[in-house]
C-alpha cells in the first residue's frame, strides 16, 4: 500500500477529486456506474497522498466524516450540516473525549459528497493533540469553499471515498466512518451492492440520519427518517458496534452530531487498544 508523508501546512485546502488515469486500480467494479465511482475513488487516494500523515505516531483512532450535499441539500441546510459540525467538535464533552489521550491522538478528515465523481476534502487528515489542533480544524471546517455539488445522491460512492481514505490510516487502533444522510442512493453503485469484502478490515460505518424539518401536527417526516434510518441499518453501516443516529431536521443536526461523535469517541476502551 502507498503511504504518504506528513504536509505540514495539512495539505491542499478544499480538494476536489475528478478524473484520474486508467490505470487507477478498479478492476472489482462492474458497469458504468460503478467504474465513474472507482475513477473518483482513485482520485481521492491520489489527492490525500498529498496531505496523509506519517505513521510515526500512535494513533487512537482514525475518524472520516462524509457530509451530505447532494440536490435534495438546499443552501441554509449546507450551512447548518458544515457549521453544525464545527460546533459539534468544539463542545465541551466532544473535545474532552478528543484529547483524553495527547500521547495517542486521533486523526480527522472531513469530506462532502453528492454524485458519483463528486467528493470534495475540506478537511486533509489532521492530527488533533492538542486544543490549537482541534480549534484550528474547526476553523478550517467553517472557511472552506462551498463544494462543487452534483444534484444526484451517490452514498455507494461516498462509501468507497471514504474506505480509500481509511486505507491510509491502517496503524490506527480503530477506524471509523461517519456518512450523514438525507436520503437513499440514487445513482452510481448502490450500497448494498459493495460486499463486505470491500470494507477495510476493522472499520466500522455509522451514520448519521437527517430527517425533513419538524412542523406543528406533521407525521410524514417522521416516517421519513424511519425509513431512511432502516435503509441505512440494512444497507449503509457496517463493521463492529455500527450504529446509526437520527436528527429531526438540519436544526437538530449539530446536537445530533455531538451526540454520534461522542458515542464514536469513546467506544474505544484503551486497555484493550493495540501497543
Known amino acids: 500500500m502507498a503511504r504518504a508523508g506528513r504536509s505540514e501546512g495539512g495539505g491542499a485546502f478544499g480538494v476536489v477529486v475528478t478524473g484520474l488515469p486508467a490505470q487507477a486500480d478498479i478492476s472489482y467494479h462492474r458497469g458504468s456506474d460503478i467504474h465513474r465511482a472507482g475513477i473518483a475513488l482513485a482520485g481521492v487516494i491520489t489527492a490525500l497522498l498529498l496531505t496523509a500523515p506519517a505513521a510515526n505516531a500512535a494513533c487512537r483512532q482514525a475518524l472520516a466524516l462524509g457530509l451530505d450535499i447532494s440536490g435534495s441539500v438546499d443552501t441554509r441546510e449546507y450551512d447548518l450540516q458544515r ?81 480509500a481514505m481509511l486505507d491510509m490510516q491502517a496503524d490506527c487502533w480503530t477506524r471509523t466512518l461517519d456518512l450523514s444522510g438525507d436520503g437513499i442512493a440514487n445513482t452510481g453503485p448502490r450500497p448494498q451492492d459493495i460486499p463486505a469484502s470491500r470494507t477495510p478490515q476493522g472499520v466500522t460505518v455509522n451514520g448519521l440520519t437527517i430527517a425533513p424539518n419538524q412542523h406543528p401536527g406533521q407525521d410524514d417526516s417522521i416516517a421519513d427518517i424511519t425509513e431512511l434510518s432502516a435503509y441505512f441499518r440494512a444497507y449503509v453501516i457496517r463493521g463492529p458496534g455500527a450504529f446509526v443516529e437520527t436528527a429531526l431536521g438540519f436544526e437538530n443536526y449539530a446536537a445530533a452530531m455531538e451526540r454520534k461523535l461522542l458515542r464514536e469517541l469513546q467506544s474505544l476502551a484503551l486497555s484493550d487498544a493495540r501497543q
Not at 465541551?92 to 483524553?100: E, F, G, P
Not at 488533533?128 to 444534484?151: C, F, G, V
Open 83 to 163: 457549521q453544525g459540525l464545527a460546533q459539534a467538535l468544539g463542545t465541551d464533552d466532544v473535545a474532552r473525549a478528543i484529547l483524553q489521550q495527547s500521547s495517542a491522538p486521533i486523526r480527522l478528515t472531513v469530506f462532502e459528497w453528492s454524485g458519483p465523481t463528486a467528493q470534495t476534502v475540506i478537511l486533509p487528515w489532521t492530527t488533533i493533540a492538542n486544543a490549537d489542533d482541534l480549534t484550528a480544524a474547526r476553523q478550517r471546517i467553517r472557511a472552506a469553499p462551498r463544494s462543487i455539488q452534483d444534484q444526484t445522491t451517490a452514498l455507494g460512492s461516498a462509501l468507497l471515498t471514504g474506505f
